[in-house]
């Protein structure tokens, strides 16, 4: 049997932040998945692990950012980890920091579901 999806794009307010909500089921009883923006997936977060700084990226100086693509599941932990930019000696701190995080249930109806956002990771060395 074919499966199909559909869509529906929700406005929705969250701490006095408006954001868009897409949410995704496949259609013939397949469990529905949501994609919601990084600052209301940040709104679920229940455990947050810090990255540890590497110690080459520190040596030569590297800052910036590492956005990754997760997939939360509908018990909250982190699933399927792309890197989708970031320098290559902070990517890996990166991705080992936010695999350990851990997420309340996004419900769609009273029921868990799987969730997809981005993640951003700041790296920034302190000046003494």
């Not at 496949?26 to 947050?48: C, M, Y």
């Not at 950012?65 to 699933?79: H, K, N």
């Not at 890996?92 to 579901?113: C, E, F, R, S």
């Amino acid at each position: 049997m074919k499966s199909t999806h559909a869509f529906l794009r929700l406005l929705v307010c969250a701490g006095g932040l408006t954001v868009t909500v897409i949410l995704m089921a496949q259609v013939h009883g397949a469990p529905a998945r949501v994609r919601v923006s990084e600052k209301v997936s940040q709104l679920f977060l229940l455990t947050k692990v810090a990255p540890q700084y590497p110690d080459e990226a520190r040596a030569k100086h590297i800052e910036g950012s590492v956005v990754l693509q997760s997939e939360i599941s509908p018990e909250g932990a982190v699933e399927n980890l792309m890197v989708v930019s970031g320098d290559p000696l902070l990517t890996a701190a990166a991705t080992d920091a936010v695999k350990q995080w851990k997420y309340k249930p996004y419900l769609l109806n009273g029921k868990p579901v799987a969730v997809e956002t981005q993640v951003t990771i700041n790296f920034t060395l302190r000046t003494k």
